[in-house]
């Protein structure tokens, strides 16, 4: 297999903005997200200054002290981020005591397989935003060199290099990780079944063919109508376009994903935020960082399926319930999530989970499309502990796959070639150990 042909093209590197600096605070390993301190990095968009201490301080113990920390390397492109990358992360972290993480930047992207549908800053939110990722490296090449290899050991003081047990071909037939192998630096993991970004981009690609039936309706909008609400009633995923999702919901994924247990400690300050995070994007990282920064602990309600049909239309969600709520349990500003929150936050939520404060981002699709339902904020709102939040982002979903729309013809065929190699793939596969 080529680079770039496999979902989760892991190559590359550099970059000199952004990083996690790790900090000895009273005994226990805080990671300290200093975004806000690059300024070359976040191009002028708005951060904070604040060194912001992550919520999931356990899985940063220090190891016996005196011994080295081994730090682990893992790239890709991470376009369109989905919870198969995350999962990726989270295995390779489980090598080492620290992940660094390449992405690649957009013009090895566009070289290699056309255009990204994210940005590098985008994709470098996201990455960020994953509760595994201690370092990342921006900008990264597409295929690791030699020279950037020496420069991973030596700069970046990489132990082992990760990658998935797909094997990467370079365009001459050589193993791109021949190089790591052969100085005993290289370690792999098992690839994440079951979901791709070729998948994700088929979904999206499909549902709007299907949405082009609308369209005398209600112009050219993407958000299509909750036309024949009935009809999806009952339907697992309504999105899908007829992709057949190979991803098996087990209940140890979203164990692995879990902050192991924990819940609010006493006297938290719990802070609620609900909404579909459909196709999650860098817009989701960053209302979710703001809304954690409110309280001690942030619960996230992701909305039912059925619930963001009827907000969004029968071609919604792209991405159903399950994968979403991983995608929402990947980010590091999320202690817990609801999997398939009401519509409304009723008083008995607020008791049940000890809520203070419920937020709503001020850039939400679902500001346009309550579709005359009762303000799902009413009583939190009469309560007096309900707060709009100033949404750092202006992305959200609908704009992603607008962004796929009209570069469709690229897509379509980008994917046709993707599709048939994945096939053959899941035709093909036995059985690997390993999670
Ligand atoms: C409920 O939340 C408040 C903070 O909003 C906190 O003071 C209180 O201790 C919490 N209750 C319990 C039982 O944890
Ligand atoms: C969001 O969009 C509005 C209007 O299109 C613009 O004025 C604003 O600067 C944008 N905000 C961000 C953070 O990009």
């Not at 006493?266 to 609620?272: K, L, M």
């Amino acid at each position: 297999m080529e680079p770039g042909n496999m979902d989760f093209d892991t190559n590359g590197w550099m970059w000199d903005g952004v990083y996690y600096y790790p900090h000895l605070f009273g005994g226990i390993m805080l990671t300290a997200a200093l975004l806000g301190l690059s300024t070359s990095f976040f191009g002028g968009i708005s951060v904070t200054n604040l060194p912001y201490f992550l919520p999931d301080l356990g899985m940063f113990h220090k190891k016996k002290s005196g011994k080295k920390h081994v730090r682990v390397y893992m790239d890709g492109c991470f376009d369109l981020m989905h919870y198969g990358h995350a999962n990726a992360l989270r295995q390779a972290k489980a090598l080492g005591d620290e992940l660094v993480v390449g992405v690649v930047s957009d013009e090895e992207i566009i070289a290699n397989k056309g255009p990204p549908v994210l940005s590098m800053e985008e994709r470098l939110v996201l990455v960020s935003g994953l509760k595994w990722v201690d370092e990342v490296i921006d900008n990264a090449p597409y295929a690791i060199t030699e020279e950037f290899m020496n420069r991973l050991f030596n700069e970046h003081k990489i132990d082992y290099i990760i990658h998935g047990d797909d094997p990467c071909l370079l365009p001459d037939g050589t193993d791109a990780y021949a190089l790591a192998k052969k100085a005993g630096r290289y370690k792999q993991i098992k690839r994440t079944e079951g979901v791709s970004s070729t998948d994700i981009v088929g979904r999206i690609l499909a549902s709007a063919k299907d949405m082009k039936v609308y369209e005398g309706h209600e112009g050219s909008s993407l958000h299509g109508e909750p036309h024949n609400l009935n009809s999806i009633q009952g339907e697992e995923s309504c999105a899908n376009g007829g992709h057949i999702s190979h991803f098996l919901p087990t209940s140890r994924r979203i164990v692995q994903f879990s902050n192991g247990g924990k819940g609010p400690g006493p006297n938290s300050r719990v802070v609620y935020i609900d909404g579909a995070f459909d196709l999650f994007h860098a817009g989701h990282v960053e209302i979710l960082k703001s809304a954690r920064k409110l309280g001690d602990f942030l619960l996230v309600g992701i909305h039912s399926d059925q619930i963001v049909s009827e907000q969004r239309g029968t071609h919604h969600p792209i991405m159903h319930l399950h994968e979403r709520s991983l995608s929402v349990l990947a980010c590091r500003y999320v202690d817990e999530v609801i999997i398939g929150a009401p519509w409304e936050v009723t008083r008995d939520m607020i008791t049940t989970f000890n809520i203070s404060l419920v937020v709503h981002g001020t850039v939400a699709e679902s500001n346009h499309f309550w579709n005359g339902k009762a303000d799902p904020y009413e009583v939190p709102k009469s309560l007096g502990m309900f707060q709009m939040l100033e949404s750092p982002k202006n992305i959200t979903t609908t704009l992603v796959a607008q962004r796929i729309m009209a570069n469709h013809e690229i897509y379509e065929k980008r994917n046709a070639k993707k599709e048939a190699s994945e096939r053959k793939y899941y035709e093909e596969r036995k059985y690997v150990s390993g999670d």
